[in-house]
């Protein structure tokens, strides 16, 4: 009506119409949806392992969705030939001005595929389809829980079982030069780590008093979102509507790098002590989240991890709430935890909750482990139990004696964990420096380390020692024995037991003959015994007072 009102006598009645109609079209938000020139698609390959991904990319011909990440829309349905199996997935969008789009279809096992993919915008779409073959080649795939033995991981694909040994690295996102990104997952994976967490947004304080200091070479202040003040703790400006694109296609190559190594990345989405986060519950936090399971989801090598000390900014209905949006939006349905700073603080029984992940500082872990068992059965629903954070090598807390987060005391509490049918995460040191001479480490704040650090050479005699039989199918039984010593059996078939201590032991067995040997458990010695027969058996005693293990297996 002011337009009229400006514009009448000056301009005849007709074209006062059209310019009043045009205001009105420009004032719509259908204007920012209008049409792309045009959207040609990739072709997908002829042929694919199982387990790896097929990625189309939709690239938009003069874009102009006003913000392309949230007016503008990739998706796309995968499923077998024959129709027995679908999956809806999400695209996402790839360039700071929408001209690029991708969407990843992963085969979870070998067959053939078709696929359908359409790119949205307003009143605008485009479809294009397609077709390719998953061969087996026996690669690993994700990690699920094993279906016989719940207390424990299968790999996917090959049906192996995972002998889960972590590490924490929650900023290894935060160096610039990725070749140090990858000499880590490397040098982590030599040491037989399988497993590293790793925050996808977050910033911290430096308040740890570690040897580390951000500076040119890497930095804790993660930028999954464009930023007014990259730098500023406090105030970074986070623009929550889109996305650094940079930050994650750098974090996909770093998931493919350890993908390529058999090495599972837990995403934890969240790791921030400055309360930056995204709403709780907001239509922010909940296109993050997606975003990330679009971009993430058709790597094999993932978990997901709502957030570090989640229960100190978040609740139980949000984690319930949120850990069910990522099993609707994840079409692979990796598995999911929490990790809260209360045992108590676990979705147990829910569907979306595959495995615990806690933090728990106490040196009486095996206790704690088998406590936590107790919980997960009274929730009647087995899965499998982790404690992800119970200390870092030379980060003594103010409440902790001298000595209690020393590599060998770390050593020996997951042997504890790991003799209660529990898994663990450990955190190696970061005395060697960031940003700080020497530096050449960063340990559990970066992922960085060198030849100096040999925590993780006694964790990997550990792995040596379960491997090296059916783990996954023995239970806790230290009533099998005495003198404060821990046991896991299978009865009849495998004892394994643990001496803290050294000293002797005596194990109630099921009569017949088993071969048995002493494991150190410090420097993966092994010295056979011989056989072992009776329903009562006394083991000669250990070679020295360090901690030793005993494998008996039945003949």
Known sequence: MKISRFLE???????????????LIALSPAASLAAPASVSYSSAPLQIEAYDFVEITATILSPDARDPFEDATLTGTLATEDGSHHWDVDGFCDADNGSVFRI???????????????????????????????????????????????????????????????????????????????????????????????AVAGRTNMFYGEPVMIGSSWTVFL?????????????????????NVSYWQKYERMLKFARDRDMIISLVLDMSDGKIHPAAGSGDEHRFIRYAAARFGAFSNITWDLGDDLDSYRDEKWTHET???????????????????????????SSWFGFTSYQEW??????????????????????????????????????ALPGSDSADTLRRTAWEIAMAGGYQTAGETARRGTNIWPDMGGGWMNGRGDDTMTMFLGYGHMVDFFTSFDWWKTNPHDEFVNNGNYCLAD??????????????????????????????????????????????WTSPVAPDHNDWVLLLQAK
Request: net charge positive; aromatic share 16%.
């Open 9 to 23: 006598g000056r301009v005849p009645a007709k074209v006062v119409f059209r310019i009043f109609l045009g205001s």
């Open 104 to 198: 990843r279809f992963m085969a979870p096992h070998a067959g053939s595929y078709k696929y359908s993919v359409t790119y949205r915008q307003g009143g605008f779409q485009q479809t294009s389809t397609g077709t390719f073959q998953a061969i087996d080649a026996r690669r690993r795939g994700t990690i699920g829980v094993d279906p016989k033995y719940p207390w424990h991981f299968i790999w996917e694909g090959t049906g192996e079982h995972y002998f889960f040994n972590g590490t924490t690295a929650f900023w290894l996102m935060g160096w610039r030069d990725e070749r140090t990104i990858q000499y880590s997952i490397e040098r982590l994976h030599r040491l037989q780590v399988n497993r590293i967490r790793v």
């Open 223 to 243: 930028t999954p979102w464009p930023a007014e003040k990259t730098d500023d703790f406090s105030h970074p400006g986070f623009d929550y509507s889109r996305f």
């Open 323 to 349: 850990g069910m949006l990522i099993q609707g939006w994840d079409p692979y349905k990796h598995l999911e935890t929490s990790h809260p700073t209360k045992i108590a603080h676990q979705d147990r029984a």
């Open 362 to 399: 106490s040196r009486d872990q095996h206790r704690l482990m088998l406590e936590s068992r107790k919980l997960q059965q009274e929730a009647g629903r087995i899965i499998p139990q982790t404690n992800e954070e119970y200390g870092y090598e030379d980060h003594y807390p103010l409440w």
């Open 491 to 536: 009865l009849g078939k495998t004892y394994a037991v643990y001496l803290p201590r050294g000293g002797d032991v005596t194990i109630q067995l099921k009569s017949g003959p088993y071969e048995a040997y002493w494991f150190n458990a410090f420097s993966g010695e092994k010295i056979d015994l011989p056989p072992a027969e009776g329903q009562s």
